[in-house]
């Protein structure tokens, strides 16, 4: 079965740090990886996606990730934080297996506070 | 081109009160999503569809159903409310459904149970 765990419930950051969010993950086939952003009182905003191109995937805003199969790690980075990157998020994974068809999983979440 | 938009943004019921929950996707967007989001349980599969058909089902119990219309819009119906079905729940569309497309989200419906 497909799991995603995130490493990390809260990250807190100085603006102009470097922003690590992690993301591990447990997937029996070959997994699409994402990563999705959520504002308060907002839907999900897609920040990059995985699909096996490439294993550095660039994404908006300045924020990349790298899928490491060894590891089983897809972790989100940014290489200096703003203000407006204060939000929650949240890393998920798929597949194209029958039992999967349309279905995101998705990790618990983490929550990026920037300090000024 | 219009997002996904979701109907009532916010709404209040009762134990025991069933609620309706609209969803408009993207215009040409097939496949219809729902997730349930809460502090406790995080982000959950709620069911797909996609064409009409339902491809996918999460684990929830029978009083949680959707639909997909011809038009591709969808609704999905919370019978017997119960305290713990407070959310917000989510919906997302794409062309033909993930992973191989990309899903958008709508800003989701609060529904709050008392």
């Known amino acids: 079965a497909q799991s995603v765990t995130q490493l990390g419930s809260h990250v807190s950051v100085s603006e102009g740090a470097l922003v690590l969010l992690r993301c591990n993950y447990s997937?029996?086939?070959?997994?699409?990886l994402f990563w999705y952003v959520q504002y308060p009182n907002q839907g999900l905003q897609l920040l990059l996606k995985?699909?096996?191109?490439?294993?550095l995937v660039k994404g908006i805003n300045g924020f990349e990730a790298e899928f490491k199969k060894s590891e089983t790690s897809f972790h989100l980075t940014k290489p200096s934080a703003h203000m407006s990157d204060a939000a929650e998020y949240f890393c998920?994974?798929?597949?194209?297996?029958?039992?999967?068809?349309?279905?995101?999983?998705f990790g618990q979440g983490t929550t990026l506070q920037v300090k000024p | 081109k219009a997002g996904v938009t979701q109907t009532p943004r916010y709404l209040i019921k009762t134990r025991g009160q069933q609620v309706t929950l609209s969803c408009s996707p993207i215009?040409?967007?097939?496949?219809v999503s729902w997730y349930q989001q809460t502090p406790g349980q995080g982000l959950q599969f709620l069911f797909e569809?996609?064409?009409?058909?339902?491809?996918n089902k999460g684990n929830f119990p029978g009083r949680f159903s959707g639909r997909q219309f011809s038009n591709s819009r969808s609704e999905m119906n919370v019978s017997t409310l119960e305290l713990g079905d407070s959310a917000l729940y989510l919906c997302?569309?794409?062309?033909?459904?993930?992973?191989?497309?990309?899903?958008?989200f709508g800003e989701g419906s609060w529904l709050t149970v008392v």
């Open positions: 569809y996609f064409s009409e058909t339902q491809r």
């Open positions: 995985y699909t096996s191109a490439a294993t």
């Open positions: 997937s029996s086939v070959p997994p699409y």
């Open positions: 997302a569309s794409s062309l033909a459904g993930p992973p191989t497309d990309t899903i958008y």
């Open positions: 998920a994974v798929s597949d194209l297996g029958s039992s999967n068809t349309g279905k995101l999983i």
């Open positions: 215009s040409g967007h097939r496949s």
